[in-house]
């Protein structure tokens, strides 16, 4: 059951639930609104902002419960949730390719099938199956859960050792990055050459930093508010908007003769330039009270509930965008037809969400994992 207002900070639950519609947009090719997500006014989107929050939603979950003598029922726990994620993300697999095989025989469109990379898998059913399901193969925009589980397989670990010294975990966590990103180590693809397109050696990072953040908090400490640093971040945002808006991109190279893993604009291995912008954008966010606050929605916004059943939105998100670029193949790209399909698909999301909400209400009353309590769920006070 949904917890009462006064109990529960909905700032978690809304930036999540935007993380999740921006995505979904994102995921749409071809349509308008796709140039006014945050990928077109900075070196990250909203992928690292999903992880991170991730990882806040973690040590919400479990770290505050951990003390030194139940990690054996945290383990179970954050291991049965990566269970959930891997049965996730193979009905979504699968589920995509359904939808674009139904498009394709509806409208005699056997190039639907050659889309988002599944035919690697498809032009051998045998091995591509078995690739499929052992992650040796992610179709395009089906490849985010598989990291993701491979985090929550290694909560045990960030939980044990961030109680014995968050400074050292970070130590090490930034030593996984840079030798990941440096010499490009990851798991590897079975069907093509390669790595998962979502390195999770290398964005453990970002999950591993809004754990810690969030531990740190949680003993009655503050993240923010330093001028020096509010205003170096502040001119990170502005050069970075300036950077992709203008496209100098296209035409100068910011390397400085520094290390790729640093210099980079590299998802799969999230270089320096996208981890720096989301982690300026965070402390941007969590020195201003004023901002912050501005996502404390009520209980029943329809950012609140989505925002409460993140991985039920993100799969059907995921269906409704695979749907929507069939869709539009098939129909040709008008931008009124485009925009009604974003349109649409969002309406189903927030009916989901909705749905779910009064599902859940017919429980017995239990404690969500994870519900965001209190006035410091955003990594800031106040």
Known sequence: MTMPAKARDTRLDVLRAIALLMIFVD???GQPL???TLRNFGFSDASEIFVLISGIAVALAYGRKYDMTNLTDLTRKAWRRAGTLFGAHLFATFATIAVFGVFA???????????????PALSDPARGVFAL?????????NNILPMYMVLMLMVPAIIWAERRSPVLLLAVSIALWAIAGTWRIGPPRMLEPGIWFFNPLSWQLIFVIGYVGMRHVSRGRKLGGNPVLFA??????????????????ARNDLTFGLPYVLTGSDKTFLTGWRLLHVLAMTYVFISLPAVSNLVRLPLANPLSVIGRHGLSIFVAGTLLSVAAQAAMMVAGNNVLFSLALIAAGVQVQIALAYVLDWRDARKPAVKRPGT????????ISG
């Open 133 to 141: 399901v052992t992650l040796g193969h992610q179709i395009g925009y």
């Open 34 to 36: 796709e140039n006014w």
């Open 372 to 379: 965001p309590v209190g006035p410091s769920t955003v990594l």
């Open 27 to 29: 995921h749409v090719p």
């Open 105 to 119: 025989l509806a409208a005699t469109r056997p190039f639907l099938m050659r889309q988002i990379d599944m035919w």
């Open 232 to 249: 170096v971040a502040l001119a990170y945002l502005v050069f970075a908007c300036v950077w992709i808006v203008d496209g100098l991109g």
